[in-house]
T-cell receptor, first 115, second 112 residues
Framework: SAVISQKPSRDICQRGTSLTIQCQVD?????MFWYRQQPGQSLTLIAT?????????ESGFVIDKFPISRPNLTFSTLTVSNMSPEDSSIYLC????????????FGAGSRLTVL | DAKTTQPPSMDCAEGRAANLPCNHS???????VYWYRQIHSQGPQYIIH???NNETNEMASLIITEDRKSSTLILPHATLRDTAVYYC?????????????FGAGTQVVVTP
């Protein structure tokens, strides 16, 4: 299965700033998914990122707050904009291991703390 | 997608089989049952999935009842490394496009 690297693994940020999280996959994949895990909570899908098109956002998430780039088939970034303490979460990148199977491989996540 | 119900926590003795139940009484005919786990400070890890037949792989076995309204994940010989939150998810295999709806899961603690 694919190996996913996320950067940064953790960061502490100030309110009002923005942070970009990088996700690198060791093989070409069609779709990449960004999930959020708030403290003590389960995972929630933020958006799906396809190469060459705009990301598709889930209800409750908007492009202005979470802009996503997908410049090629192995890389994606998620930016958390104008951060507030409520954005303190773990952000995880994932990819499907085989088409249409919903078998996902996840990165280790990026733990973001906003002060 | 159908919702699932899992016990919030379970304890298991090391070396014993761990049987994790999941109820999904509203599952539809084209929905699969997926199991993932999340070890502390790691991303979720896929374990196994199935439609209606029992499935087994190197990690676990999945037993789905004949009416498909519930299932059990079996870890045959639990080790301390199996301590994790286990998620039971019901989803269509195609056109869900990675949209897995994670619930609260079951916190499994394996003790020596």
């Amino acid at each position: 299965s694919a190996v996913i690297s996320q950067k940064p693994s953790r960061d502490i940020c100030q309110r009002g700033t923005s942070l970009t999280i990088q996700c690198q996959v060791d093989s070409q994949v069609t779709m990449m998914f960004w999930y959020r895990q708030q403290p003590g909570q389960s995972l929630t899908l933020i958006a799906t990122a396809n190469q060459g098109s705009e990301a598709t956002y889930e209800s409750g998430f908007v492009i202005d707050k979470f802009p996503i780039s997908r410049p090629n088939l192995t890389f994606s970034t998620l930016t958390v904009s104008n951060m507030s303490p409520e954005d303190s979460s773990i952000y995880l990148c994932s990819v499907e291991r085989s088409s249409g199977a919903n078998v996902l491989t996840f990165g280790a996540g990026s733990r973001l703390t906003v002060l | 997608d159908a919702k699932t119900t899992q016990p919030p926590s379970m304890d298991c003795a090391e070396g014993r089989a761990a049987n994790l139940p999941c109820n999904h009484s509203t599952i539809s005919g084209n929905e699969y049952v997926y199991w993932y786990r999340q070890i502390h400070s790691q991303g979720p890890q896929y374990i196994i999935h199935g439609l209606k037949n029992n499935e087994t792989n190197e990690m676990a076995s999945l037993i789905i009842t004949e009416d498909r309204k519930s299932s059990t994940l079996i870890l045959p010989h639990a080790t301390l490394r199996d301590t994790a939150v286990y998620y039971c998810i019901v989803s269509r295999r195609t056109d869900s496009w990675g949209k897995l709806q994670f619930g609260a899961g079951t916190q499994v603690v394996v003790t020596p």
